[in-house]
């Protein structure tokens, strides 16, 4: 984060992050580089499918993803650009959930008609998603191997 604050002493110091997103985790809602996502600390209250929430992973790992299953202990994430879902985030894990996020300058809320009309869809074809990603890096891969770069 930069001046030696932590994504947890940030919040708790000034009750909300702005950051610029990393990664490509959350494509295409979020682009990295050139969009804002922006939280606020996480209550009591448990996360609900579609939060997307920002959880640290030891040792300082921390990740923005998309709650997709609520269990009786925990909670079950992943990227909206991911096929490998994150299993065992816990509430204590949470720092934050995403309230909103800002791109070509403009602040969205999560309450929003089209953010919430998008993460109905992501949601409903996850499957045929993360179906059609391994099809693609299983094609690339394939490609790379009959038709290797040559190096000059």
Known sequence: MGDGLTYESYLDRFGRLTYRVVGTSMLPLLRQTRDLFIAEPKTEARCKVGDVALFRRPPDRYILHRVIAVNERDYT????????????????????????????????????????????????????????????????????????????
Do not use: Q
């Open 77 to 152: 994430t992943l990227g909206d650009h991911c096929v490998r879902p994150e299993y065992g985030v816990t509430d204590a894990d949470i720092l934050a959930v995403m309230t909103g996020y800002v791109r070509n300058g403009k602040e969205h809320s999560v309450t929003e008609r089209g953010y919430r009309l998008y993460t109905a869809f992501w949601l409903h074809t996850r499957g045929v998603r993360v179906f059609l990603f391994r099809v693609r890096f299983a094609a690339a891969r394939a490609f790379r191997t009959i038709f290797p770069k040559k190096h000059a």
